[in-house]
T-cell receptor
Framework: QKEVEQNSGPLSVPEGAIASLNCTYS??????FFWYRQYSGKSPELIMF????GDKEDGRFTAQLNKASQYVSLLIRDSQPSDSATYLC?????????????FGTGTRLTIIP | KAGVTQTPRYLIKTRGQQVTLSCSPI?????VSWYQQTPGQGLQFLFE???????NKGNFPGRFSGRQFSNSRSEMNVSTLELGDSALYLC????????????FGSGTRLTVV
């Protein structure tokens, strides 16, 4: 079982709709969770992080965390063509002092105008 | 505030050669991590350094090595290059703590011919 799993996509969503991206992780003690956006040919850019169960909203983005079920999701409301990118889920493990982030392979999102 | 700086941006090397990549983290960041990104494997963790000490190492052969200097700048070295080492090498720095994400540099695109 991979440590962090994402559906590779591609996920196609009409402009203005809600895009839903999901991620599951295997380390039950994982502490914090991150979503990165990566445009083609560019490096990953941090867009959200969450460490408590529940929802965290930032503009059009909402991160959701359910530690009991070991999944984290990212919702993008009012999707725009500029949201077309690969979205990477990253998880920080449970041991203190370990900065290492483990990444999923990413979900490619395409917003259709 | 300057971001993470990686040099060079592009490299073409021949099989069997060695290469050194450089990374300057964001000022004040003491944690530096290196990742290899390929289309098939996604982001693979190479190593993480904190205050000149390697805290974590990924599952890469011994040909891959790194170090961190007292000013937090980091280098990674790949000896005896193989065709399969062609990839985007990303450096990321972190301010520390479990809730801090990484900030990535623009990466070094290495092509081995």
């Amino acid at each position: 079982q991979k440590e962090v799993e994402q559906n590779s996509g591609p996920l196609s969503v009409p402009e203005g709709a809600i895009a839903s991206l999901n991620c599951t992780y295997s380390d039950r003690g994982s502490q914090s969770f991150f979503w990165y956006r990566q445009y083609s040919g560019k490096s990953p850019e941090l867009i959200m992080f969450i460490y408590s169960n529940g929802d965290k909203e930032d503009g059009r983005f909402t991160a959701q965390l359910n530690k009991a079920s070991q999944y984290v999701s990212l919702l993008i409301r009012d999707s725009q063509p500029s949201d077309s990118a690969t979205y990477l889920c990253a998880v920080r493990p449970s041991n203190f002092g370990n900065e290492k982030l483990t990444f999923g392979t990413g979900t490619r999102l395409t917003i259709i105008p | 505030k300057a971001g993470v700086t990686q040099t060079p941006r592009y490299l073409i090397k021949t099989r069997g050669q060695q290469v050194t990549l450089s990374c300057s983290p964001i000022s004040g960041h003491r944690s530096v991590s290196w990742y290899q990104q390929t289309p098939g494997q996604g982001l693979q963790f190479l190593f993480e350094y904190f205050s000149e000490t390697q805290r974590n190492k990924g599952n890469f052969p011994g040909r891959f090595s790194g170090r961190q200097f007292s000013n937090s700048r980091s280098e990674m070295n790949v000896s005896t290059l193989e065709l399969g080492d062609s990839a985007l090498y990303l450096c990321a720095s972190s301010g520390g703590g479990i809730n801090y994400g990484y900030t990535f540099g623009s990466g070094t695109r290495l092509t081995v011919v």
